[in-house]
């Protein structure tokens, strides 16, 4: 069965840091690039970045809202993808969604699967 | 660049086709195909309904069909049931390792 599973979510103050994980089965984690997304209660999805494959380059991409404050990773060895976040601000609240990213000819196609998400809580 | 644009809400009763369009421009929707579609319902995760504009992903209802036209894209659902009311979402590639979701339609089995 194709799953991801996200962890480490939870209740964090203003100003610290956190890691989510990602940790994938059912698929070949390692051929597929692997991207991030948000949703604030209420809201619609808010994409927040991608780390391609290392047929690609192992490369990253962000969205201006996370630029420089968050990091994305990936160990193909265990099928984990990870999203660091440091310096959280009270609007960084969500459930935090990770999921493949088929990539057709290097550009972005579709997403596909989807975890379950985890809620990270930022608040004082 | 802007949220990709789609009706707020969508209504039809059981048994009916509804579509939802998805209109964005000549740098996004109009110029690949790739145009895709999720499925959000409340408190679960987004699911894949539709790829390339028109393909569905094994497992997806053939009552879920996607088209494109110029600069809008469409997902119809025929023979609305009660298990499709959800958010659905639409997504283009455009550009420069870019893409752009839609704003989400509310779509609701009367």
């Known amino acids: 069965e194709v799953q991801l599973v996200e962890s480490g979510g939870g209740l964090v103050q203003p100003g610290r840091s956190l890691r989510l994980s990602c940790t994938a089965s059912?698929?070949?984690?390692?051929?597929?690039?692997m991207s991030w997304f948000r949703q604030a209660p209420g809201k619609g999805l808010e994409w927040v970045g991608f780390?391609?494959?290392?047929?690609?380059?192992?490369?990253?991409e962000y969205a201006a809202s996370v630029k420089g404050r968050f990091t994305i990773s990936r160990d193909d060895s265990k099928s984990i993808a990870y999203l660091q976040m440091n310096s959280l601000k009270t609007e960084d609240t969500a459930v935090y969604y990770c999921?493949?990213?088929?990539?057709?000819?290097?550009?972005?196609?579709?997403?596909?699967?989807w975890g379950q998400g985890t809620l990270v809580t930022v608040s004082s | 660049q802007s949220a990709l644009t789609q009706p707020a809400s969508v209504s039809g009763s059981p048994g009916q086709s509804i579509t939802i369009s998805c209109t964005g421009t000549?740098?996004?929707?109009?110029?690949?195909?790739?145009v895709s579609w999720y499925q959000q319902h409340p408190g679960k995760a987004p699911k894949l309904m539709i790829y390339?504009?028109?393909k569905r992903p094994s497992g997806v209802s053939n009552r879920f069909s996607g088209s494109k036209s110029g600069n809008t894209a469409s997902l119809t659902i025929s023979g609305l049931q009660a298990e499709d009311e959800a958010d659905y979402y639409c997504?283009?590639?455009?550009?420069?390792?870019?893409?752009?979701f839609g704003t989400g339609t509310k779509v609701t089995v009367l």
């Open positions: 999921t493949g990213l088929t990539m057709v000819q290097g550009v972005i196609g579709w997403f596909d699967p």
């Open positions: 059912g698929f070949t984690f390692g051929d597929y690039a």
């Open positions: 780390i391609r494959s290392k047929a690609y380059g192992g490369t990253t």
């Open positions: 000549s740098s996004d929707v109009g110029s690949y195909n790739l």
């Open positions: 390339e504009v028109s």
């Open positions: 997504c283009s590639y455009a550009g420069s390792s870019t893409f752009v």
